[in-house]
């Protein structure tokens, strides 16, 4: 089973997110969905060995190397959407969600900016809608990330505090 580190919206709580990838050295992979790109690259200095994949936020505006505001991961057997959120209007509900994740041929699709953590499954589709909430600012006053663990057949989603 592969663990991943889920982590949204640091704005600018970089000692958050770091403490949080120290924490879990299981996890080797980090996705990272908006809204603080700016200090991936710090905290893929200090984590050799893992492997970070980040999309853009609506708040990361003029940044080089993270130029994607989505993407599709290929990962123990299961396709990955990832996106901050924004693009695809989940304050208001996860139909777009779900539906760019169907047409992608997703079954999980990782999102952020609401702050707050969420999942859900949509049993018609088979697709896992997993949102980690904000390391950074909390609307819930929970400071929070994800780890989802995945192999070919389970996927499990799990949200810890700081």
């Not at 969905?33 to 994949?53: N, Q, V, Y």
Request: hydrophobic share 35%; with cysteine.
């Amino acid at each position: 089973m592969e663990n991943i580190l889920v982590l949204s919206d640091i704005h600018g709580r970089v000692t958050h997110a770091r403490e949080v990838v120290e924490k879990h050295p299981e996890c080797k992979t980090v996705i990272f969905l908006g809204d603080g790109a700016r200090h991936i690259d710090s905290l893929e200095k200090s984590a050799p060995g893992k492997t970070f994949f980040a999309v853009m936020g609506n708040c990361d505006t003029f940044l080089d190397g993270i130029p994607e505001k989505e993407a599709v991961l290929d990962i123990e057997g299961h396709r990955i959407f990832i996106c901050h959120g924004h693009t695809r209007m989940v304050k208001y509900g996860l139909g777009a969600l779900l539906n760019v994740a169907k047409e992608k041929n997703c079954d999980i699709a990782l999102y952020g900016h609401t702050h707050i953590a969420r999942e859900e499954y949509d049993s018609e589709s088979e697709v896992y809608m997993f949102n980690p909430g904000s390391i950074g600012e909390p609307r819930d006053g929970r400071f929070t990330y994800g780890i989802l663990s995945l192999d070919k057949s389970n996927v499990l989603f799990s949200i810890g505090e700081v």
